[in-house]
């Protein structure tokens, strides 16, 4: 099978998505079609943007808001019905990444080529697709788990790697609900595998 990344930006009608201007990026997304919604951790330069989205008749639920200088993670219930996270969910793609901007959602993600065409014309169902882009997939990066890619988010961006740090561990691993030692555990896991990559590509 040939895969390919596809890269599409949805103008999503009646999703709080619509009405977001500031860049968001989504940090984690787990879906629960069985109970009727999908789990979000959303990064936002605007402390604003949560208030908002509360009140939104697409968002079940706003759990939890972390605020730091620069941005805010929230923490959020999402519709299933209908949501473009479910949608790509179904169709059991890869899902790479995704932001909002500018009132529009651009999702990436990986799934075969012969199904690229169908998929296209369902996303259409659910708003305006205002860009498309594909190419050949091929993995050339380390892989890392969910808890991985959070455990690095939250380091990167909390200040656990300046110096002196600004965040200790334990905070870090306070506000993702495991131990100190778990986040231990997939941080030494993250610098094994991106040191790794960066040893296998790079000539001296």
Not at 51 to 63: D, F, I
Not at 119 to 140: A, C, N, Q, T, Y
Request: hydrophobic share 40%; proline share 2%.
């Amino acid at each position: 099978m040939v895969l390919k990344k596809v890269t599409v930006g949805v103008i999503h009608e009646g999703c709080w998505t619509s009405e977001a201007q500031e860049r968001a990026i989504t940090m984690n997304l787990e879906v629960y079609p069985d109970r009727g919604y999908l789990r979000s951790w959303l990064v936002s330069p605007s402390k604003e943007l949560g208030r908002r989205m509360a009140s939104h008749k697409s968002v079940k639920k706003l759990n939890r808001v972390y605020v730091n200088r620069s941005d805010a993670l929230l923490d959020f219930l999402n519709v299933y019905e209908g949501s473009i996270a479910g949608l790509l969910y179904s169709r059991e793609v890869l899902i790479l990444g995704n932001y909002n901007e500018m009132g529009k959602e651009f999702w990436t993600f990986v799934t075969g080529g012969g199904t690229l065409s169908e998929l296209k014309e369902e996303l259409s169902s659910l708003g305006k697709i205002v860009r498309v882009e594909v190419e050949d997939f091929s993995p050339s990066y380390p892989y890392l788990t969910d808890m991985e890619r959070k455990v690095f988010w939250m380091a990167l961006n909390h200040g656990y790697l300046n110096y002196p740090r600004e965040i200790e561990a334990e905070a870090l691993a306070k506000v993702l609900g495991v131990s100190k030692v778990t986040f231990l555990y997939h941080w030494r896991n993250v610098q094994r595998k991106i040191l790794r990559y960066v040893s296998d590509h790079l000539t001296f």
